[in-house]
């Protein structure tokens, strides 16, 4: 089963519009929470990460929301540009990280 | 760039045959994993090695072998592939320090007719 989940498959937002993408996972032990973005015949690329000491990152327009109590995170992203459409990968692990598990992904369309 | 070279980043292949990926680094990582990413299933942990000849199984491992015998190439072996195993594969590569932060190739679309 997935232990990760994310929400939802596929987003179309306005350029300059705020984007959320939503993921929850289940195992209580997962101690980091990475984001990641793929771009078309490219792999994923690390955009933003939060460990559960905190309940919020903010990178630039991207800001990782924790909820630990309700075992979730979600993505931000504000002021979509037509830059960020792609895929974005919520994921979570454990100690050493070797065995990350990731959600299906979400694709985003940002329209100009 | 974290200097990780997939190949071949295309292969056709039919039911049956052996097939064989690579993955080449340039930077020394210890950590060095692989994935399959399919629709619908974001990204699966296959094997992953932490140093030469050492390897452990991941998620989704049946089907699939693997090698290490020089830090810097960790091979992916399908046996005997099947329709199933159609899928693009990426290698990734663990970066120095505690993030955790993994650095992927470019994939290579493997496809088992």
């Known amino acids: 089963q997935q232990q990760v989940k994310q929400s939802p498959q596929s987003l179309i937002v306005q350029k300059g519009g705020i984007s959320i993408i939503n993921c929850a996972y289940e195992?209580?032990?997962?101690?980091?929470f990475p984001w990641y973005q793929q771009f078309p015949g490219k792999g994923p690329a690390l955009l933003i990460a939060i460990r559960p000491d905190v309940s919020e990152k903010k990178e630039g327009r991207f800001t990782i929301s924790f909820n630990k109590s309700a075992k979730q995170f979600s993505l931000h992203i504000m002021d979509s540009q037509p830059g960020d459409s792609a895929t974005y990968f919520c994921?979570?692990?454990?100690?050493?990280?070797?065995?990350?598990?990731f959600g299906a992904g979400t694709r985003l369309t940002v329209k100009p | 760039d974290a200097g990780i070279t997939q190949s071949p980043r295309h292969k056709v292949t039919e039911t049956g045959t052996p097939v064989t990926l690579r993955c080449h680094q340039t930077e020394n990582h210890r950590y060095m994993y692989w994935y399959r990413q399919d629709p619908g299933h974001g990204l699966r942990l296959i094997h992953y090695s932490y140093g030469v000849k050492d390897t452990d199984k991941g998620e989704v491992s049946d089907g699939y072998s693997v090698s290490r015998s020089k830090t810097e190439d960790f091979l992916l072996t399908l046996e005997s592939a099947t329709s199933s195993q159609t899928s693009v594969y990426f290698c990734?590569?663990?970066?120095?320090?505690?993030?955790?932060?993994?650095?992927f190739g470019e994939g290579s679309r493997l496809t088992v007719l």
């Open positions: 994921a979570a692990s454990m100690g050493d990280n070797n065995d990350m598990r």
């Open positions: 195992n209580t032990a997962f101690d980091y």
């Open positions: 990734a590569i663990r970066g120095l320090g505690n993030t955790g932060e993994l650095f």
